[in-house]
């Protein structure tokens, strides 16, 4: 008779715990792509519906009213609530809508982690907390338009998103000058995919969506990379080696890309949810979107301190922060 040959219970409890090990190693990190690309697309198709909602409206300034005290306290305040139910909800389908001060009954997260994952910040509830230089005042120096330090109003989506609404009743049109970006901003959308049930952070749940200009509205949603590119650049060079503000982001990464002027005005809305490396403190950053070509040509570039978009020599050194695409 042959002696048939097996494995030891040993030898298979050794193999198990190595699978173990393996699994545990490996499957987190499986995860986060998988919930990462899911986000991607759910991403792609909520700023799809949005604008294609905005889109059907005739203008989107003027909803609801906002008073102040000489003091500059708000007296009434229902811009934003008004905008969600006497205009998007008549181009989009909503299943829910909170008021200021009840965020939280739509799904609205109490706090949420920045991009960079270094801090945990209070979710706004209103203009001046979504960013202090919405409000500065010196951006209607010379131009028509205003932004008002509305309360934000949010509501849910059929498809289970929660989104909270900053919404500027005031808001002007484009123009194509060099201008202030605060008074252009009509609504910014910052949304949680999946409610509260986490992470809660910018750029994997979280990440917001911003409507410009009174008539003829540009919507955008960018999703930000988690860094500056390592140095200032110029937007365009013809010196052979030397590196310009588009292949910067290239560098940093086959998925990433320069952002356009108005996917930058955004960032400058939401800096804080961003912590932009470079964006308190003076310095401006590149756009895409080039006016004349050439190294001697302009391209628009947005200040982060002031909100001021700038028409920029293209041989200028500014700082870049990329988009993923």
Same mark, same amino acid.
């Given at each position: 008779?042959?002696?048939?040959?097996?494995?030891?219970?040993?030898?298979?409890?050794?193999?198990?715990?190595?699978?173990?090990?393996?699994?545990?190693?490996?499957?987190?990190?499986?995860?986060?792509?998988?919930?990462?690309?899911?986000?991607?697309?759910?991403?792609?198709?909520?700023?799809?519906?949005?604008?294609?909602?905005?889109?059907?409206?005739?203008? !989107?300034? %003027?909803?609801?009213?906002?008073? =102040? @005290?000489? /003091?500059?306290?708000? #007296?009434?305040?229902? &811009?934003? +609530?008004?905008?969600?139910?006497?205009?998007?909800?008549?181009?989009?389908?909503?299943?829910?809508?909170?008021?200021?001060?009840?965020?939280?009954?739509?799904?609205?997260?109490?706090?949420?982690?920045?991009?960079?994952?270094?801090?945990?910040?209070?979710?706004?509830?209103?203009?001046?907390?979504?960013?202090?230089?919405? !409000?500065? %005042?010196?951006?209607?120096?010379? =131009? @028509?338009? /205003?932004?008002?330090? #509305?309360?934000?109003? &949010?509501? +849910?989506?059929?498809?289970?998103?929660?989104?909270?609404?900053?919404?500027?009743?005031?808001?002007?049109?484009?123009?194509?000058?060099?201008?202030?970006?605060?008074?252009?901003?009509?609504?910014?959308?910052?949304?949680?995919?999946?409610?509260?049930?986490?992470?809660?952070?910018?750029?994997?749940?979280?990440?917001?969506?911003?409507?410009?200009?009174?008539?003829?509205?540009?919507?955008?949603?960018?999703?930000?990379?988690?860094?500056?590119?390592?140095?200032?650049?110029?937007?365009?060079?013809?010196?052979?080696?030397?590196?310009?503000?588009?292949?910067?982001?290239?560098?940093?990464?086959?998925?990433?890309?320069?952002?356009?002027?108005?996917?930058?005005?955004?960032?400058?809305?939401?800096?804080?949810?961003?912590?932009?490396?470079?964006?308190?403190?003076?310095?401006?950053?590149?756009?895409?979107?080039?006016?004349?070509?050439?190294?001697?040509?302009?391209?628009?570039?947005?200040?982060?301190?002031?909100?001021?978009?700038?028409?920029?020599?293209?041989?200028?050194?500014?700082?870049?922060?990329?988009?993923?695409?």
């Amino acid at each position: 008779m042959k002696k048939k040959k097996g494995f030891t219970l040993a030898e298979v409890l050794i193999t198990l715990a190595i699978i173990g090990i393996v699994a545990a190693i490996t499957l987190p990190s499986l995860l986060v792509n998988v919930n990462e690309k899911a986000w991607d697309a759910q991403k792609k198709a909520l700023h799809a519906r949005l604008a294609q909602a905005i889109g059907q409206m005739n203008a !989107l300034g %003027g909803y609801g009213t906002y008073t =102040e @005290d000489e /003091d500059g306290t708000a #007296t009434t305040d229902t &811009a934003a +609530e008004s905008f969600i139910l006497d205009a998007l909800s008549k181009v989009y389908k909503i299943n829910n809508v909170c008021g200021p001060d009840k965020l939280s009954s739509c799904g609205i997260p109490s706090k949420i982690t920045t991009l960079d994952a270094v801090s945990e910040i209070n979710f706004p509830t209103k203009m001046k907390e979504l960013n202090s230089k919405l !409000l500065n %005042g010196s951006h209607v120096s010379g =131009e @028509d338009g /205003d932004m008002a330090d #509305t309360k934000a109003a &949010a509501f +849910e989506t059929v498809n289970g998103e929660s989104i909270a609404v900053f919404y500027n009743p005031l808001c002007s049109s484009d123009t194509l000058t060099a201008h202030f970006t605060q008074n252009k901003m009509c609504v910014n959308f910052v949304y949680d995919l999946n409610g509260e049930e986490g992470p809660n952070q910018v750029g994997k749940d979280v990440g917001f969506i911003t409507a410009f200009y009174n008539k003829s509205p540009v919507v955008v949603a960018p999703i930000p990379y988690s860094s500056d590119y390592t140095s200032t650049v110029k937007q365009y060079t013809e010196t052979e080696g030397q590196i310009d503000a588009p292949t910067a982001c290239k560098t940093m990464g086959e998925d990433l890309r320069l952002p356009d002027r108005d996917e930058l005005a955004s960032l400058f809305v939401n800096a804080p949810l961003i912590n932009l490396d470079k964006g308190t403190i003076g310095y401006s950053y590149w756009s895409g979107s080039v006016i004349s070509l050439g190294t001697s040509g302009l391209a628009w570039d947005q200040r982060f301190d002031t909100g001021y978009r700038n028409r920029g020599g293209r041989s200028s050194t500014l700082y870049v922060r990329c988009l993923r695409r």
